[in-house]
């Protein structure tokens, strides 16, 4: 097979295809029943023009007859008068209308031959155009139900591509619920322990500002504790000073010599 045969083949597939997919039966139907009843208009006026010429070589027909007869009664009335001659000359006219007759006779009995084949063909064109509509309206009932119920089967199993969009919205909102209900279920396990708690009192509420301060300040802390761990590692802890001085050695108390009385001798 040529390149070219090949090319033709497949857009002959593809028109194909496309024309099976925007054909409607409906259409296809009404338009075949109307070019049937165009058909039966040509028939119909068919049948009138052949009937037509036939009535025109009939009135034809009637008159050359009469002409004929008048001819006769002519060369009569002159045999009877002596005319011979004028008798000879009308009996030569009336052949000349016998032979015209005789043509008009043949193309009546043809025009009447084809006239009633005409009217025959009519007639069964007429009862296969009503054989034909009436298959016509069983059809598009029929298509009409088969779609219907297509329609109706596919939305019941999800296979359209409405009830498809349906199904994938009712699917997201399942996992979305099916994800909520994780978290939440994870939050309350969270709060139960206590973790959840925990953080939240360490960080809730608290803005970037603040939780920067509040690192800054739990690094100065662990810098000062480290140096204080460093200072009694060393030995080098200051000892505690009272806030109210150092403590003043007790002193024992001596006794109190009592007051010699002195006496005058004089």
């Known amino acids: 097979m040529s390149l070219m045969q090949r090319i033709r083949l497949i857009f002959s597939a593809k028109a194909n295809k496309a024309l099976d997919r925007a054909e409607d039966p409906n259409e296809t139907l009404d338009y075949s029943y109307a070019k049937m009843l165009e058909m039966q208009q040509k028939v119909r006026r068919g049948v009138a023009d ?17 002409g004929s007869d008048k001819l006769t009664n002519q060369a009569q009335a002159a045999l009877a008068q002596g005319r011979e001659d004028l008798a ?30 005409l009217t025959l063909a009519s007639q069964r064109l007429q009862a296969k155009v009503e054989a034909f509509r009436t298959k016509k309206e069983t059809l598009k009932a029929t298509y009409n139900a088969a779609q219907a119920q297509t329609r109706v089967n596919e939305a019941f199993s999800g296979i359209s591509e409405e009830m498809g969009d349906v199904g ?16 939440s279920g994870a939050i309350d396990e969270l709060i139960s322990s206590g973790a959840l708690d925990d953080h ?5 509420g608290q803005d970037d500002i603040d939780r920067e301060l509040a690192a800054l300040s739990s690094g ?34 001596s006794p109190v010599a009592e007051p010699v009385e002195r006496r005058d001798d004089s």
Not at 50 to 66: C, D, G, I, Y
Not at 168 to 183: F, P
Not at 237 to 251: L, S
């Open 200 to 204: 939240l009192s360490l960080g809730g």
């Open 168 to 183: 994938l919205a009712v699917q997201r909102a399942e996992d979305k619920t099916a994800q909520m209900q994780a978290r």
């Open 220 to 253: 100065s802390d662990v810098e000062a504790e480290l140096a204080r761990l460093k200072a009694v590692t060393a030995g080098d802890q200051p000892k505690a000073i009272d806030a109210e001085g150092p403590a003043q050695p007790v002193q024992e108390s």
């Open 50 to 66: 052949v009937a037509t010429s036939r009535k025109r070589l009939e009135l034809q027909m009637k008159q050359l007859q009469q």
């Open 88 to 117: 000879r000359e009308a009996l030569t006219r009336k052949s000349g209308i016998t032979h015209q007759l005789a043509d008009l006779q043949a193309q009546h009995a043809q025009l009447q031959g084809e006239e009633e084949k």
